[in-house]
């Protein structure tokens, strides 16, 4: 393994390797984390499958939903936000919202995912990360980091998917969202308004949030940590929005 990322993506792309898997424990988990990334594979002519770990079945205050209708209200945002961002049909496992667990049965539909969409480049939550971290996420990239390694490449783990024809894979990189550690950052001030409104396709959760709020937050936030704050005198012009990543590469 290496952590050799200069200019990942693009030399991804040169090389033609151009499709990713993204792995992520709830609906707007990827919108939020990387779905700049997400948006900008895609601009650049990647094929990107989405794979959701849990149902989505929890996070409303509204007393009177329920979580089945949660759950197909959250698919049914999921679905639009994946083709604002230009990604493929999503697909999802179904799992209980907070009750995701690093298993055998976990891994195995991660290792079918692997093996029947065979991509290049994989991004996932970063499961290693210390502090407060959501336990799906936490399960979910850990699950999706066992089986690329050691099981997806191994076809004595999982054999039955040689029934359906499904062949050993390894993706060439990892990038784990969400990490404490990054060393590689996506620049997606260029598709920063697909960003947002890929996030607001998740209307169950966003609550009456417009595109202008939210980009004015995230500019908010962008200025604090670069400078001093100075939100009135930072021109646009001069703002780059950045996804950040724990990257490594498979050799």
């Known amino acids: ?25 709830h609906p707007d988990d990827n919108e939020f984390v990387c779905g700049g990334t ?26 009177s939903v329920t979580a089945q209708q949660l759950a197909f209200e ?26 995701i667990e690093n298993s055998n049965e976990l891994r195995g539909l991660l290792v079918r995912q692997l093996r029947l969409h065979r991509p290049d480049l994989v991004i996932t939550w970063d ?27 191994d076809h004595l783990f999982y054999p039955e998917h040689k029934f359906e024809k499904l062949l050993p894979h390894r993706p060439s990189a990892l990038l784990l969202a969400g990490t404490d550690n990054p060393d590689y950052l996506v620049d997606v001030t260029s598709v920063m308004k697909i960003k947002i409104r890929s996030i607001l396709a998740h209307e169950s959760q966003m609550q009456g949030r417009t595109e202008e709020m939210l980009m004015a937050r995230y500019r ?7 400078d001093n704050g100075d939100v009135q005198n930072s021109k646009d012009s001069e703002i780059r929005y950045q996804e950040s990543f724990r990257a490594i590469e498979f050799v």
């Open 220 to 226: 908010e936030r962008v200025i604090k940590e670069r």
């Open 38 to 63: 997400v948006a900008l594979l895609s601009s650049k002519g990647w094929s990107v499958h989405i794979v959701v770990t849990t149902s989505g079945n929890k996070g409303t205050k509204n007393p």
């Open 1 to 25: 393994m290496s952590n050799q990322t200069e200019d990942l993506i693009e030399r991804m792309t040169v090389n033609g390797q151009k499709r990713a898997l993204v792995v992520m424990a």
């Open 74 to 99: 959250r698919e049914q945002e999921q679905r639009k936000a994946a083709d604002i961002l230009g990604a493929e049909e999503p697909t999802f496992m179904g799992f209980a919202d907070g009750y």
């Open 127 to 153: 499961g290693f990360r210390s502090g407060f971290n959501h336990r799906d996420h936490r399960r979910t990239g850990r699950a999706t980091y066992d089986a690329i390694y050691p099981a997806a490449d």
